[in-house]
């Protein structure tokens, strides 16, 4: 087994391993450095130390030192160019598992998604062939796709996720401010087939943390989840909140109400609203 020193340049390798201890260890994975995920060398430094990586589309920078920290295996040529489609773009955890928790989900915005992104093939849309339906046999595949079916039920039964989304008062930031914890959250606001209001809360997390912790709100009510993209049906965790949570007043994230949530790692969560 290798270790992610002994790359050469321009060779990628799939992370198998991340060693270390204590902050060192939970430094790599908050940087993205996880099990699964695709890494490739870009340089080194003039004497050989630092390297440059590009992890997740990104570029990182690792000592020797702590490369030798993280086992790998080489990908060859052919497997490095797939690492490029839709199905790698992801942070990932645990073999091909893809994590497909971006915020664009509940974002404002029409969404576009082209033929097998949803079952996560491997190679680029062609139009001189079909679907790859094959992919399906695979687990993880199978997963992804669940999850993308799901989403479009979120759309069909929710307005709040799409009706008049170019209008301003459809989109209200909660905390836009948390780079620390690297996560958002926002309310939607839509009128359902009812004419009635309709506000769904939203959190992303784009942190490899999973915590239960106090999520601060604006306003008094009832949360009740709707949508987790760490459901085990999607190939995630079950890091779920099964009831319904009523705001405390305690403050958090600036707010003077608060929620006690699960909040697994690389996740969206989505939340329907009732006003108090």
Known sequence: ???????????????????????????????????????????????????????????????????????????????ASESDSYQDKEPKQKSIKNKEKRQDIEHPGRKLIFMGQDLGEPDSW???????????????????????????????????????DDEEMTFEWVDSMNAKNARITFYRHGIDSHGKKQTLFVLCNFANVMKILQIGVPKKGTYKEIFNTDKEQYGGTGFVNPRAKKVVEKKADGHPYSIKMNMPPLSVLLFSYTEE
């Open 126 to 164: 062609h139009e001189s062939r079909e679907v790859e339906w094959y992919l399906l046999d695979n687990e993880n595949h199978a997963k992804l796709q669940h999850m993308i079916a799901d989403i479009h039920k979120l759309y069909l039964t929710n307005p709040a996720l799409y009706a008049n």
């Open 1 to 79: 087994m290798m270790t992610i020193r002994d790359l050469q340049i321009g060779q990628s390798a799939r992370i198998e391993e991340v060693g270390g201890e204590g902050a060192l260890r939970q430094h790599f994975l908050d940087m993205g450095v996880i099990p699964g995920a695709t890494v490739t060398l870009v340089k080194l430094a003039p004497m050989g130390d630092p390297m440059e990586l590009r992890i997740h589309g990104y570029e990182l920078t690792l000592r020797l030192a702590d490369a030798e920290k993280i086992t790998a295996t080489l990908i060859e040529k052919k497997d």
